[in-house]
């Protein structure tokens, strides 16, 4: 995967809507056509977290990619990571340096 500022993206395989939350940074991603293939990756472009915020990535993803965006955020030094769970619509943290957002906990849902 490949970063960029917000400004730099624009892509025809994914959209990207980013909001701040609190301490938290949420990206709401979705592919264009409701499918993408891991081939595909090296095409897509996602933007870089803000200083010092948690990330939370939602949207209608493939596995594959959820796991490439928690592994991708990681190497930035995000302080934490969350996943949104679909089924519950509520993020649940994978990835974390600090103890106010421990690996499991459940945020609350997305709007």
């Given at each position: 995967l490949q970063a960029s500022t917000s400004d730099q993206l624009?892509?025809?395989l994914i959209y990207i809507h980013e909001e701040n939350y609190n301490d938290s940074y949420v990206?709401?991603?979705h592919p264009t056509h409701n499918y993408l293939d891991y081939r595909e990756a090296d095409?897509?472009?996602?933007?870089?977290?803000?200083?010092?915020?948690?990330?939370?990535?939602?949207?209608?993803l493939p596995?594959?990619?959820f796991t490439a965006l928690a592994r991708f955020?990681?190497?930035?030094?995000?302080?934490?990571?969350?996943?949104?769970?679909a089924r519950e619509n509520r993020p649940v943290v994978t990835y974390s340096q600090v103890g106010s957002h421990p690996i499991g906990k459940i945020l609350p849902k997305l709007v």
């Amino acid at each position: 995967l490949q970063a960029s500022t917000s400004d730099q993206l624009s892509q025809s395989l994914i959209y990207i809507h980013e909001e701040n939350y609190n301490d938290s940074y949420v990206i709401l991603i979705h592919p264009t056509h409701n499918y993408l293939d891991y081939r595909e990756a090296d095409q897509l472009v996602f933007p870089e977290p803000p200083p010092q915020r948690g990330v939370v990535v939602s949207g209608k993803l493939p596995l594959w990619l959820f796991t490439a965006l928690a592994r991708f955020y990681m190497q930035r030094n995000v302080p934490w990571i969350a996943l949104n769970d679909a089924r519950e619509n509520r993020p649940v943290v994978t990835y974390s340096q600090v103890g106010s957002h421990p690996i499991g906990k459940i945020l609350p849902k997305l709007v």
